[in-house]
């Protein structure tokens, strides 16, 4: 069990230090903005969804710790090439996953489960899903900027 934390620890840090789709992306026709005012960690969410519903491209700017930053990196790899309703079916699982509320059950996260030990702090949660969050606005296409409270 040791391995496997180390290796999630590994996978975490690897994000947060080299993050993936971490840029403004200039055709993005959705965006929302999430705000932990607690730490205050900042991120913008910007997505390119084709009309059938499709992320064609998803991407992520701003400041954060190291776990919310790894999330929104993770995230938006998670996300690119699915459809609106893969990507809100994701965020329900993940959020499941990291609340602690998937009890013993897997939610097949692949990579993503490396958050589950965050159910640990509850402090940690909202970092871990801000960007989630962020994402679930911009996928609503909600104009205002989400929080953690």
């Known amino acids: 069990m040791a391995d496997l934390r180390d290796l ?11 993050p993936r789709n971490y840029r403004a992306l200039e055709a993005a026709n959705r965006k929302a903005e999430g705000f932990n005012p607690l730490c205050g960690d900042h991120f913008t969410v910007y997505l390119e969804v084709e009309d059938d519903g ?3 491209d998803v991407s992520f700017q701003g400041s954060g710790c190291a776990i ?3 999330s929104a990196s993770m995230m938006t790899q998670a996300v690119k090439g699915k459809r609106i309703e893969e990507a809100e079916e994701l965020f329900q699982r993940f959020h499941h ?3 602690g509320k ?3 059950e897997s ?6 489960e490396a958050f589950a030990g965050v159910s ?3 402090v940690r949660v909202k970092c871990a899903t801000l960007a989630w969050h962020a994402l679930h606005a911009a996928l609503q296409g909600e104009q205002q900027a989400v929080s953690t409270e």
């Open 120 to 122: 640990e702090y509850p």
């Open 68 to 70: 919310s930053k790894a």
């Open 97 to 99: 996953v990291v609340t």
């Open 8 to 18: 999630y620890q590994d996978i975490i840090l690897e994000h947060s230090k080299r």
């Open 107 to 112: 939610n097949d996260l692949g990579k993503l």
């Open 102 to 104: 998937n009890g013993t």
């Open 54 to 56: 499709l992320i064609r």
